[in-house]
């Protein structure tokens, strides 16, 4: 099996079939200790064996470029968002742009985001599989009481003077280690009082594209997307839209959403879609908003590097979040993932949508630093190694150590 830094270097046709032979040959021969070059017979193929070998590279090939294709189209709506907004200094009005203008340019990504997702990452939807473990364990295997017994136990510690609080730590020790700890009795009595018995969980999945999750039972989706992919997913401008505060109210949008209606609320590689921090922190806000007490919000971002590379940048987002009302119940850092799930705790946030600079501050992304004005390099003028980190941020790969709180 050939791994994708080989591909990379294939070059020619010929150099491939070369190379794809030489290793099939010596693969046959490994510990044989027999001769390491092959014969001149066994590096020409035969005519059906260089029919197949020419589809073969062609397919790769093709694959590659194609993949190189859907990433451009999508990165391409990202830095021209940044760059316009680097330019006029004015979020609404390029959003607004975006909206009317731009069209046909949300289409293609739209068409791009779909083919990425469904057919060259088919199987390795790691975020999707991430939030769906993380809904069942939270709603249905004890999660949510865990957490808000660690909670409660936060608290109770908080507010003792540092030698009973040391004296409490070493209490609950203890009792972990007897494995007497069970959980507290609010937490219990909020769980009993939070789901009907065989109710699906009402999700949420903001800029869907094309519903993913719709394929669970557990769920009741509703998913929105200002470009959808597919015919499920409804259209809508999350930005604008407006929360409704009960079912009784007046709707003027043709969608209703009402304060405290969903279990779920997901957000997964769109908050970087969004030029402007204060743009991402209407999306938190809002979500909040929507959410029942103790409704779990779960936030995606594309991220390849190490954990400790974007670690300021996360403790920023709990940070912002916890602002609004949050409290994260599960982080994970996965290949070329962010994964993080906050319970919305307060039913009354400290912060609200008109006077949320402080959390936009918070909510940045590397991309905001870089300048998209000068020196802006053309699609074509990337270099390998920054296609290579595009490329990077779009894959997703299988990942083993998915689950643990
Ligand atoms: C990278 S895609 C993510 C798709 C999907 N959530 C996933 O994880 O595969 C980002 C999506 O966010 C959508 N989006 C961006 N801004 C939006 C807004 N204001 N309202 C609704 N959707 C939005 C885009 O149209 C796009 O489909």
């Known amino acids: 099996m050939m791994t994708p830094s080989q591909i990379r270097f294939f070059g020619t ?12 040959y010596s693969c046959h021969n490994e510990g044989s200790g027999e001769c390491e070059k092959p ?3 066994l590096k020409d193929p035969s005519k059906r064996e260089r029919e197949f070998l ?3 590279y062609f397919f790769i090939i093709m694959d590659k470029s194609e993949h190189g294709n859907l990433v451009n189209t999508i990165q391409e709506v990202h830095d021209k968002l940044r760059k316009s907004l680097q330019i006029s200094n004015d979020p609404n009005k390029v959003w607004d742009e975006h909206v009317r203008e731009e069209e046909g340019l949300r289409n293609k990504y739209a068409k791009a985001m779909l083919k990425l997702a469904t057919k060259v990452w088919d199987g390795k939807e790691c975020r999707i599989d991430w939030s769906y473990k993380t809904c069942i364990d939270y709603f249905f295997c ?4 865990r957490f808000l017994t660690r909670e409660e136990k936060i608290r109770e510690l908080e507010s003792l003077s540092p030698s009973s609080r040391k004296k409490r730590i070493r209490e609950l020790e203890v009792l972990k280690e007897k494995k007497i700890i069970g959980f507290s009795n609010t937490a219990n009595h909020i769980k009993k009082q939070y789901l ?3 109710e699906k969980l009402k999700l949420l999945d903001i800029g869907s594209c094309f519903n993913p999750f719709s394929k669970f039972p557990e769920f009741s989706c509703t998913a929105i997307d200002l470009t959808p992919a597919t015919e499920d997913v ?11 505060k009960t079912i009784d109210d007046e709707s003027i949008s043709k969608i209703n959403f009402y304060e405290e209606s ?3 609320v997901v957000m997964s590689l769109v908050l970087e879609y969004l030029p402007a921090s204060e743009q991402r922190a209407v999306f938190c806000f809002k979500a909040w908003q929507l959410l ?19 670690a300021p940048m996360i403790k920023s987002w709990k940070l912002a979040l916890e602002k609004i009302g949050f409290k994260r119940v599960k982080y994970d850092k996965l290949t070329h993932l962010q994964c993080m799930a906050f319970a919305k705790v307060c039913r009354f946030s400290e912060v609200d949508i008109t006077t949320c600079k402080s959390v936009a501050d918070l909510l940045y992304i590397r991309q905001d630093f870089k300048s998209y004005v000068e020196d802006f390099p053309l699609t074509d003028d990337r270099s390998e190694e920054e296609n290579q980190n595009i490329c990077n941020q779009f894959l997703e790969l299988p990942s083993g150590a998915l689950f643990q709180i």
Request: aromatic share 8%.
């Open 13 to 24: 046709l010929e150099s491939f079939i070369e190379l794809f032979r030489g290793s099939e």
């Open 39 to 41: 014969p001149r017979s």
């Open 54 to 56: 020419v589809t073969v």
């Open 142 to 145: 004890g999660g949510m009481e």
């Open 196 to 198: 009907i018995k065989n």
């Open 234 to 244: 409804l259209q809508c401008d999350f930005l604008h839209l407006k929360v409704q």
């Open 262 to 264: 969903f279990d779920v």
């Open 292 to 310: 029942k007490q103790y409704g779990l919000c779960i936030i995606i971002t594309p991220d390849s590097k190490s954990v400790h590379c974007n």
